[in-house]
């Protein structure tokens, strides 16, 4: 049973934008539910990619017809008016994300004011695809936001200390993208689920686009065999459903 955090819908049909040389291949959501056919997938989250930038057509579309507890991560311009905002939230968006790592995102000055009218509006949180080697100045910015989560485990072991030192102050962390890391991932499970068991959250990163390696079935596994239960459901699934679904 899995609730996946991190995956991304590239559909015939709507707009898609080069980012550094580099086009995705379409993934439906009939190729995401195919390949994960022999989990109990109870939901998941929808996350914009750089080759997105502000579309929101797309998710919409992929939205309705993953169904109930599927919700979205869209990139959007700090400038994006209330109304706007509250219609995407009615469509199951939940977060916004600045995209570091690849671009077509908002610029990160802007994350702290946006970050408090969204979570105020809406109740959204923020995500960032950042190196966790950037990490380090943005500290102070970070913990002053109402809530934020980090993807891919920060992709880099020089700057994992900084992310662990914001997941121990409640910062959450996706543990996705296994084949993207540079250094193990067992022992990065099982020293964050240590500094704070709430912390992270299991996704795909389907269809693993840009990555060495793209999600294998051995991920599910590793994360079982690390953490065992109850470690195991919270971050397959519990920790996840707390941040996108149990809402005030």
């Not at 980012?19 to 989250?45: C, E, H, M, V, W």
Request: net charge positive; proline share 5%.
């Amino acid at each position: 049973m899995i609730f996946d955090s991190h995956f991304h819908i590239i559909s015939p049909g709507f707009p898609l934008y080069p980012n550094q040389g580099f086009t995705p291949n379409f993934f439906t959501t009939a190729d995401y539910l195919s390949r994960l056919k022999g989990y109990d997938l109870i939901g998941g989250s929808v996350v914009s990619g750089s080759f997105q930038k502000q579309d929101h057509t797309y998710l919409k579309d992929a939205l309705a017809k993953l169904g109930k507890n599927f919700v979205g991560v869209i990139q959007l311009l700090a400038d994006t008016d209330d109304e706007t905002i509250l219609a995407l939230n009615a469509i199951g968006v939940r977060a916004v994300r600045f995209n570091l790592k690849r671009g077509g995102s908002e610029e990160i000055t802007k994350i702290k004011k946006f970050a408090r009218r969204i979570y105020e509006l809406a109740n959204w949180h923020v995500e960032l695809y950042v190196d966790s080697t950037q990490l380090e100045p943005l500290v102070p910015t970070l913990l002053a936001l109402p809530c934020v989560s980090i993807d891919h485990f920060g992709l880099s072991k020089s700057g994992l200390r900084f992310l662990l030192s914001l997941a121990e102050k409640g910062v959450k962390v996706k543990a996705t993208g296994f084949g993207r890391l540079d250094f193990d991932p067992a022992t990065a499970i099982t020293d964050f689920y240590k500094a704070n068991p709430s912390c992270l959250m299991f996704g795909t990163d389907l269809p693993s686009t840009r990555a060495p390696r793209p999600f294998r079935d051995e991920d599910v596994t590793l994360i079982k065999e690390t953490l065992g239960e109850p470690g195991a459901s919270k971050v397959l699934r519990k920790n996840a459903l707390a941040l996108y679904l149990h809402r005030k």
